[in-house]
């Protein structure tokens, strides 16, 4: 049985604790991140994507390259590593790259030219640690690459995460979706992004008159008190999308329809990653107690492996943090899900017993049957308390006269009635009792 520990008075140090934002996942916290991941796995499975691992540490030219060079990630959020051999490497922030570098490097489009993608991890992100967002998270993404452009896949990867929000019985789902267009559309309307905030430069907050130059489309994300009645009148992009993205968001949304998954059109989503072209998704989890931001986020970026040196190639995806998911169930009272508990439970009376135990368990584990013990516990009343709390069907008591005898008590958890049986057939009888 895995039980929250008691805090003990004398603990590490503070210079050697968890470093700011990281945290370890215990124990007693694991059903939870068993049951995100198995689901996730289920999710990927139906929906036909193969898992794929790329390393913790990426070249950090890659999130340059790709997330962006004005983008607060990479201005201020990566953890920077240099190399004895003086090459600069980064901690992942997200895992979107790093999945389009593997298609390129290993030619994965070679061998189906559409590949769908799915992982989980760690990421890491030197942001200010507040509820819900921290430095060290776990993200669990999908990836369609290749293929050809078809909305249908944009609507797919949000299926998958609506589905695995669903799932995971989250409550209150709310889609925000929008298009920030294309090569063609894009610039126009940055143009008359500048052209409506010029005059009003003033009155904005530092960071807007940065990105007024650097990133314009990131005006609409400020969440500054001051830019907000500004934000409210700027031009809208719906009205000034070309006719292919305007068709393409056109489609995601009817399909969507089709699915019955709900969403709410947000003009203003324009996503913190620059590599996204047209479609744009977030997720967000409304009610009370579950204010931590997008649990998902995501959407298309067509010009991405081109940005990395491969030929133009669609891409979708988005991708969930683990840790909201997993504070949202908390906090919508989810129960921990429960552990299966073991089926056979070892107790052993004196030294000779504890030797022999050891063998006995491995008999049980090759004829695959769940077993566990507390050999580190002497009395025979510990052990048997141990197994009721473990919620065992059966304890298997070994002692001096058992040894001696070549055989071992089967006693069933439930009754209280026991047996003893011959050690040569004691597989075949823990089976009729589990009967
Ligand atoms: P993102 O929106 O930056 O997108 O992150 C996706 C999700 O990761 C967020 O919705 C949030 O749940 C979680 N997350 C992000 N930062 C933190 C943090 N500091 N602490 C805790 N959780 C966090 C991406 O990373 C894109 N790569 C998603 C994507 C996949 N786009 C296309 N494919």
Request: glycine fraction near 8%; charged fraction near 25%.
């Given at each position: 049985m895995?039980?929250?520990?008691?805090?003990?008075?004398?603990?590490?140090?503070?210079?050697?604790?968890?470093?700011?934002?990281?945290?370890?996942?215990?124990?007693?916290?694991?059903?939870?991140?068993l049951k995100v991941s198995r689901t996730a796995e289920k999710i990927a499975e139906f929906y036909g994507f193969l898992k794929i691992e790329t390393p913790v540490l990426e070249q950090a030219g890659l999130f340059a390259r790709a997330v962006g060079e004005d983008t607060d990630i990479v201005q201020k959020e990566m953890f920077?590593?240099?190399?004895?051999?003086d090459d600069t490497l980064a901690l992942r922030p997200e895992g979107t790259a790093p999945v389009a570098r593997a298609f390129l490097e290993h030619s994965l489009g070679k061998s189906a030219p559409l590949q769908k993608l799915w992982y989980e991890g760690p990421m890491f992100r030197?942001?200010?640690?507040?509820?819900?967002?921290?430095?060290?998270?776990?993200?669990?993404?999908?990836?369609?690459?290749?293929?050809?452009?078809?909305?249908?896949?944009?609507?797919q990867v949000i299926l998958a995460t609506q589905r695995l929000l669903e799932e995971l019985k989250i409550k209150n789902i709310n889609l925000k979706i929008n298009s920030i267009g294309c090569r063609v559309c894009r610039p126009i309307y940055k143009r008359q992004l500048q052209a409506y905030y010029k005059p009003h430069l003033k009155q904005l907050c530092g960071d807007c008159n940065r990105r007024y130059t650097t990133n314009p489309l990131r005006l609409l994300d400020c969440k500054n008190e001051k830019?907000?009645?500004?934000?409210?009148?700027?031009?809208?992009?719906?009205?000034?999308?070309?006719?292919?993205?305007?068709?393409?968001?056109?489609?995601?949304?009817?399909?969507?329809?089709?699915?019955?998954?709900?969403?709410?059109?947000?003009?203003?989503?324009?996503?913190?990653?620059?590599?996204?072209?047209?479609t744009v998704f977030e997720f967000y989890i409304d009610g009370e107690g579950v204010n931590l931001g997008a649990v998902a986020g995501g959407g298309r970026y067509d010009y991405l492996i081109e940005l990395l040196g491969g030929?133009?190639?669609?891409?979708?995806?988005?991708?969930?943090?683990?840790?909201?998911?997993?504070?949202?169930?908390?906090?919508?009272?989810?129960?921990?899900?429960?552990?299966?508990?073991?089926?056979?439970?070892?107790?052993?009376?004196?030294?000779?017993?504890?030797?022999?135990?050891?063998?006995?368990?491995?008999?049980?584990?090759?004829?695959?049957?769940?077993?566990?013990?507390?050999?580190?516990?002497?009395?025979?009343?510990?052990?048997?308390?141990?197994?009721d709390r473990e919620g065992a069907a059966l304890a298997l008591i070994l002692g001096q006269k058992e040894i001696f005898e070549g055989s071992i008590i089967i006693r069933d958890l439930k009754n209280s009635l026991q047996e003893n049986v011959p050690l040569d057939r004691m597989i075949e009888e823990i089976r009729k009792h589990l009967k």
């Open positions: 895995v039980k929250k520990p008691i805090k003990e008075k004398k603990t590490v140090p503070d210079a050697l604790k968890t470093p700011k934002g990281m945290h370890d996942v215990l124990p007693y916290e694991f059903p939870w991140w920077i590593v240099k190399t004895k051999g030197y942001e200010n640690p507040q509820a819900g967002r921290y430095r060290g998270f776990h993200q669990i993404g999908f990836e369609i690459i290749g293929g050809p452009n078809d909305p249908m896949y944009d609507a830019c907000q009645p500004f934000k409210e009148k700027a031009p809208n992009f719906f009205d000034k999308l070309c006719l292919t993205c305007s068709t393409h968001l056109k489609t995601v949304l009817e399909y969507l329809d089709e699915l019955s998954v709900s969403y709410a059109l947000d003009n203003q989503l324009v996503r913190g990653l620059d590599y996204y072209s047209r030929r133009p190639t669609p891409g979708v995806g988005g991708a969930l943090g683990v840790e909201r998911l997993i504070e949202v169930m908390k906090a919508q009272g989810e129960v921990a899900p429960a552990r299966i508990p073991k089926k056979v439970f070892i107790i052993h009376v004196g030294e000779q017993a504890k030797k022999k135990s050891l063998n006995i368990i491995e008999e049980i584990r090759k004829a695959n049957i769940s077993v566990t013990e507390a050999l580190s516990r002497e009395s025979l009343k510990a052990q048997l308390k141990m197994a």
